[in-house]
């Protein structure tokens, strides 16, 4: 017992003076308040107050500093004086203050927290000093508090770096902001953490921090990762740095590759705290030059991403799999060391900073010492100040989500907005003062300035893309994101005047927007960004009449920025497009113009391919439907095993009974599925699919049942038929309304025929009586 406690302790000084570790995130310290002076009772005098000691934030300082310059780590403030004759009211002591880094907690011996230092100049007492004598206490100065504390730095990152040793985290620092930390191709190279800033031309910054890599086994403090995954608590973001080559640590180590990686951290981080894995996280695949001109390395990754789940399940042993996975807002591929696209895409880390909906789900966020804030005129015109205040605004937001106040909460999006706008115009004018005419049509900009496309700020876009989304979420909550288990719902959320004031924030920003050059890619997207935010609120609150204003008002520019994206194929471009032409359709689905429609569908059904992005099967269910719905209507039937894949069941079961005629299950499935039609918005059709049911009910009868092949059915049959398949249970259905549907159906080319009412029979062609595309014209009068 006693030698292994001595080899532990020689081991554990060797290990120090070995890394010589230089810093302390840890610091226990004596403090204890100056004693009060004496008082003389003689004339009543009073003693002098002990000085207290107190705690200051610094900018620029470590633990280690606060360590190097008080080895003893003993703080005593001074005494006060005693009184005298001459002086009857004794000086105080001086305080003692102990100037202290960011971002530090402190603490009692038990673990009890006594304050917080987050900003530089907040301050706090430790230790109070005595009071100086007096009569109460017979004059006798009384000694000071005196106390152990403990000082906890915990690192305010923005961002935090999660990584397996060697992945290139240091690197990707230092060609992320001015720090220079050490970068070897040894494992564990950074052994404490390192803070950056990143900082964009016009001022704005976030900080980082590359915190040393985690192997496994970190949550029990194997290597050196354990002690820091407390910094990953504080960061805003997590950015995993995934090498593409996987990770070994050494020659008879396992190898990892880069899904192992990606899974084995994810555990780590869940192991050590199961509401880290809530938070915000980006992949950055680094080390991207090292591919060959192959990609499979990149495909696979990309593949085990997006089937993670049954990946998860058949190749993984149970102990290793994460309860959760990472829902990876953006996956970025890097090579941090040969040139970062990293600056193309910090508007997609700026924007997942402006996040509000995962921000108010972390449970240990602290939204004590917000402020909130006030519009000043005077300083609109500064930019530095808009962004400050934006992001009080933001705080603000989240503040009051957690608060289940949503009215509040969308009053500071709107501001907050609000804000993004000024800055937007601020840029706007700056870059109209730069060019000397400013010409509305964009043409004749580029050529006096051509590199006016090349300066627009990459963080723009995405940012903007951001405000308006949560905007609208804020708007109509109850929708999707937003709608988590704490929050309930009321009818008054979506007052008026929260519609009205969401719709004038997004005229404003279209006007800002049209500002832009027609070249402009802020201005071309931008557009897509608010009408389809536009669209998706009007749907949402059944509002079609404004839809259809809205679509007439924009389609011409967006109609030729489409054509230009077909010949172009950008990614990101084309996602809004997508959104937008999936409106597109379903507006013209209301207007009856359903081969339009179908190209629509049709597009958005193929286009929609982007497997990275684990939402986007909904879409492609979603376009699925409508272009099912609608190729029906024009006389065709889906294959089922297309419909099989997508899991359409509800489709799949009203489809059925379609297909063969039977009315009566038709009519039951609509019942049962009453909400799903409403909900998807196809309820409007049914008149129209009920047609078809009903035709093609003639037709298994005519090709079916009845074996002469007759061509003249008597009406008495017809209505003997649709009485016996469905409308049983409609007693006042009359051989007039019969009339009406056969007369229907032949005007919409479904039948081909003609009623004789002399016989009273249908007469149907000889030739293809029941054609395989009609043309479904926009004639309702059905019933
Ligand atoms: N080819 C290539 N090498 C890279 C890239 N990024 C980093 N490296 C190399 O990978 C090695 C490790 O890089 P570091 O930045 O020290 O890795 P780290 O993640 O900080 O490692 P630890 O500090 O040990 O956790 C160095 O030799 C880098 O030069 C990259 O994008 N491409
Ligand atoms: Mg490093």
């Known amino acids: 017992m006693f030698l292994s406690r001595c080899l532990y302790k020689i081991a554990e000084q060797d290990l120090g003076r070995h890394l010589n570790l230089p810093f302390i995130d840890k610091l226990r310290v004596y403090v204890r308040g100056g004693r009060g002076g004496n008082g003389l009772k003689k004339y009543g005098g009073i003693g002098g107050q002990g000085g207290h000691v107190l705690v200051h934030g610094k900018r620029n300082l470590t633990l280690k500093n606060v360590y190097e310059k008080n080895l003893a780590k003993r703080y005593i403030a001074s005494d006060g004086e005693h009184s005298y004759k001459t002086c009857l009211n004794a000086q105080s002591g001086e305080n003692l203050i102990i100037h202290v880094p960011l971002g530090i907690q402190i603490l009692r011996e038990n673990g009890e927290l006594i304050d917080e230092i987050n900003d530089i100049d907040d301050e706090c007492i430790v230790a109070h000093g005595g009071d100086g004598g007096n009569y109460k206490t017979h004059f006798q100065g009384q000694p000071g508090e005196a106390t152990m504390i403990n000082f906890d730095l915990k690192l305010l990152a923005d961002v935090g770096f999660v990584g397996y040793p060697n992945a290139g985290k240091s690197t990707l620092l230092s060609m992320l902001s001015r720090t220079q930390p050490a970068i070897s191709p040894v494992p564990f190279t950074t052994l404490h953490p390192q803070l950056g800033t990143v900082v964009f031309d016009d001022g704005r910054s976030f900080t980082i921090a590359d915190l040393p890599g985690l192997i496994e086994g970190s949550h029990v403090k194997m290597g050196l990762g354990s002690r820091f995954l407390k910094h990953t608590l504080r960061s805003k973001i997590l950015l995993f740095i995934i090498d593409i080559n996987g990770f070994q640590l050494e020659y008879r180590s396992p190898l990892r590759s880069a899904f192992d990686s990606i899974v084995f951290l994810t555990k780590e981080l869940e192991l050590y705290e199961p509401s880290l894995l809530n938070k915000s996280a980006i992949l950055a695949i680094n080390k991207i030059d090292q591919l060959d001109n192959n990609d499979k390395k990149l495909n696979e990754l990309y593949y085990s991403l997006n089937n993670y789940k049954q990946i998860l399940e058949n190749e993984y042993d149970n102990k290793w799999c994460p309860k959760n996975f990472f829902h990876f807002e953006h996956i970025v591929e890097i090579s941090g060391k040969y040139g970062t696209n990293f600056k193309q895409h910090d508007g997609y880390l700026l924007s997942e900073l402006l996040n509000v909906i995962s921000m108010y789900k972390i449970d240990d966020l602290d939204f004590n010492d917000y402020i909130e804030p006030n519009l000043d005129q005077q300083l609109i015109n500064d930019n530095d100040f808009l962004w400050k205040l934006l992001s009080q605004h933001h705080w603000t937001v989240c503040r009051y989500l957690r608060l289940n106040d949503i009215d509040r909460a969308f009053r500071h999006q709107s501001k907050k907005f609000s804000c993004f706008m000024s800055i937007l ?64 719902t009321s009818d008054n959320m979506n007052s008026n005047s929260t519609i009205q004031t969401y719709n004038s924030q997004l005229l404003n920003a279209l006007g800002a927007i049209q500002r832009f050059p027609s070249t402009n890619k802020l201005r071309k997207v931008g557009i897509f960004i608010i009408v389809n935010q536009m669209l998706k609120t009007y749907y949402a609150l059944h509002k079609f009449n404004l839809c259809t204003y809205f679509i007439s008002k924009t389609e011409r520019s967006l109609k030729q920025y489409m054509q230009e994206e077909n010949t172009q194929q950008e990614h990101r471009f084309s996602s809004y497009v997508l959104t937008y032409r999936y409106f597109l359709g379903k507006h013209l689905l209301l207007q009856h113009n359903y081969k339009s429609a179908i190209e629509h569908f049709d597009y958005v059904f193929t286009n929609c391919l982007d497997s990275k992005k684990s939402g986007s099967i909904k879409n492609k269910q979603q376009s699925l439907l409508y272009l099912v719905i609608v190729k029906m209507l024009h006389g065709s039937t889906p294959k089922m095993d297309i419909l099989e894949k997508y899991q359409l069941n509800e489709l799949i079961d009203l489809i059925e009974p379609i297909r063969i005629g039977a009315l009566k299950l038709f009519i039951d499935k609509i019942k049962q599925y009453e909400q799903f039609l409403f909900d998807s918005g196809l309820f409007f059709l049914i008149e129209n699919l009920k047609l078809i049911t009903i035709r093609n009910l003639f037709r298994t009868y005519v090709y079916q049942i009845d074996q002469q092949q007759t061509d003249k059915i008597p009406l008495e049959t017809t209505l003997l038929l649709l009485l016996n398949f469905g409308f049983e249970k409609e007693i006042f259905f009359t051989i007039n309304e019969l009339i009406d549907i056969l007369n229907s159906l032949i005007q919409k080319g479904m039948i081909k025929g003609y009623i004789s009412y002399k016989f009273r029979t249908l007469v149907v062609s000889r030739k293809d009586p029941f054609p395989k595309n009609f043309r479904f014209t926009s004639l309702l009068n059905t019933s």
């Open 425 to 488: 115009n601020g840029y706007l004018n700056r870059m109209s003062t730069t060019t000397s005419t400013f010409v509305d049509d964009g043409h004749d900009i580029d050529q006096i300035n051509p590199s006016l496309n090349d300066d627009e700020p990459s963080w723009l876009l995405p940012v903007f893309n951001r405000l308006a989304h949560e905007l609208r979420l804020l708007a109509l909550p109850g929708n999707d994101e937003l709608n988590n288990d704490d929050y309930e």
